[in-house]
């Protein structure tokens, strides 16, 4: 595997994809991922991975299954499949290693995401997703078995 990365814009967010199941046989994806707060997903529960996330800088407030994990640097938290869970920066933005396994979910974020213009966060986003987006993000994501509490961006 040689070492690089691909910057992309996902819902106001920066994902530097470092590994992708193409990579390693499906074994896992990994990204690190920078998120401003606000910018954070709704709660959402995975039915074909476990997701890791290692924070480098920030706080961070994961929920899994109602139960809150209060997240500063080097602290791993692990959201395993079939929990229901989400994450809210508590500070202005939070920066993240995280792991997928095994891998392929990383497709669907591509599907909904833009090339970043500049390897860094994109521009606060001036209110919720347009429906097209949120409508893309669900499809994609839903294809690879992941549900959403709420609608996106409602």
């Known amino acids: 595997m040689t070492l690089r990365y691909e910057s992309l814009w996902h819902m106001g967010s920066l994902f530097r994809w470092h590994a992708s199941a193409a990579d ?3 074994a896992y994806a990994l990204a690190e991922v920078e998120v401003r707060a606000g910018c954070e997903p709704p709660p959402h529960t995975h039915t074909h991975e476990d997701e890791s996330f290692f924070v480098i800088e920030g706080e961070v407030e994961f929920t899994i299954d109602g139960r ?4 500063g640097p080097s602290t791993l938290a692990f959201l395993p499949r079939g929990k229901t869970h989400a994450f809210r920066v508590l500070s202005p ?3 993240m290693v995280m792991m997928i396994t095994p891998g ?23 209110g919720p997703p347009p ?11 839903g294809e690879r078995g992941v549900r959403f509490e709420r609608e996106v961006g409602r």
């Open 24 to 26: 390693n046989g499906g």
């Open 68 to 71: 809150p994990l209060r997240a």
């Open 93 to 95: 933005r939070a920066r």
């Open 104 to 126: 392929g979910l990383e497709a669907a974020f591509r599907a909904s995401s833009e090339p970043a213009e500049r390897d860094e966060l994109p521009p606060p986003p001036e």
């Open 131 to 141: 429906l097209a987006v949120i409508e893309r993000l669900l499809a994609v994501q």
